[in-house]
């Protein structure tokens, strides 16, 4: 299965390669140094996580404030984490629930309160973003990319480099080939 998405986001990625190499042609978009600006690797804020203390009483209240359902709820074990989705137009909001004591989540609470907890960017090919990333100096906390909520492999950045900003790396697992 990873091989078959390892080639269709492969594929992808260079589809974008190809727009943004068209883009910055036609746009004659200046060279700012180092690094050269040669393609679009990070293709739109996918979505803004926020961490919470309770979902029960976070999802009736984002419901209001955005005035649509949440429309969907996914505990992802490996992050000891439950999350729950909202869309509005064409954001995303991910609220983030610890599912443990000793979690992310809860140690980010305990020490920063609720709030922003990482921006989450949207990647044609996380494999080559996280290769590139790693060359220019940034610290990836997890080597390899590792299942996140929503059907996606995913990668946080050390907010260290980044200005005090997690940064999550994203990368659509959502390919259906029929056997
Ligand atoms: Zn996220």
Redesign the pocket.
């Known amino acids: 299965m990873s091989s078959v998405f390892v080639s269709f986001n492969t594929k992808l990625a260079q589809n974008v390669l190809n727009e943004s190499y068209n883009f910055a042609e036609r746009a004659e978009i200046p060279a700012f140094g180092k690094p050269a600006i040669t393609a679009v690797c990070m293709t739109k804020i996918e ?1 803004i ?1 926020i961490a919470v203390r309770s979902l029960e009483d976070a999802v009736p209240r984002y419901e209001k404030l955005l005035n649509t359902p949440c429309y969907k709820t996914e505990t992802v074990e490996n992050e000891k984490v439950n999350t729950a989705f909202f869309q509005t137009g064409p954001n995303k909001i ?1 609220l983030l629930e610890s599912a443990d004591p000793e979690g992310v989540i809860a140690r980010f609470i305990d020490k920063k309160g609720e709030g922003l907890h ?1 921006i ?1 960017f949207e990647v044609a090919d996380i494999y080559s973003e996280m290769e590139r990333l790693k060359k220019e100096g940034f610290v990836l906390l997890n080597p390899e990319p590792k299942n ?2 929503d059907n996606k492999l ?1 990668c946080f950045l050390h907010p260290k480099h980044c200005n005090g900003v997690l940064i ?1 790396l ?1 990368m659509s697992k959502e390919v259906t080939v029929e056997d």
Do not use: D, L, Q
């Open positions: 979505h996580g991910e990482h989450a996140g909520a995913i999550e994203c």
